[in-house]
Nanobody, 122 residues
Framework: QVHLVESGGGLVQAGGSLRLSCVASGHTFTTVTMGWFRQAPGKDREFVAAISWSGGNTEYADSVKGRFTISRDNAKTTVYLQMNSLKPEDTAVYFC???????????????WGQGTQVTVSS
């Protein structure tokens, strides 16, 4: 079973940067797609970014393209989300997750971390 733990969230001013990390347990890390999602209060969880097991293929939500970068280090079983030029609308709880498929669909992700809060002030 895959266990995921996020870290790196916090409070930042608009225009600033944060880097989120997600450490995964288990031998399956190198064979799964890893994704980042976010959820604001009262709203649905939404896709942010995903990366293939090799790191060669990435996908981003339109709202974060050009600002966020997803990467992974399989030796460290860790996936990262570098967030630049942050906006107040980026404020949410950010979750990492894993899926057997290359997808941005929430129900197809099998394992989830506990989430880390990102707050962007105006």
């Amino acid at each position: 079973q895959v266990h995921l733990v996020e870290s790196g969230g916090g409070l930042v001013q608009a225009g600033g940067s944060l880097r989120l990390s997600c450490v995964a347990s288990g031998h399956t890390f190198t064979t799964v797609t890893m994704g980042w999602f976010r959820q604001a209060p009262g709203k649905d969880r939404e896709f942010v970014a995903a990366i293939s097991w090799s790191g060669g293929n990435t996908e981003y939500a339109d709202s974060v393209k050009g600002r966020f970068t997803i990467s992974r280090d399989n030796a460290k079983t860790t996936v990262y989300l570098q967030m630049n030029s942050l906006k107040p609308e980026d404020t949410a709880v950010y979750f990492c997750a894993s899926s057997p498929w290359a997808t941005r669909t929430v129900p197809l992700y099998n394992y989830w971390g506990q989430g880390t809060q990102v707050t962007v002030s105006s």
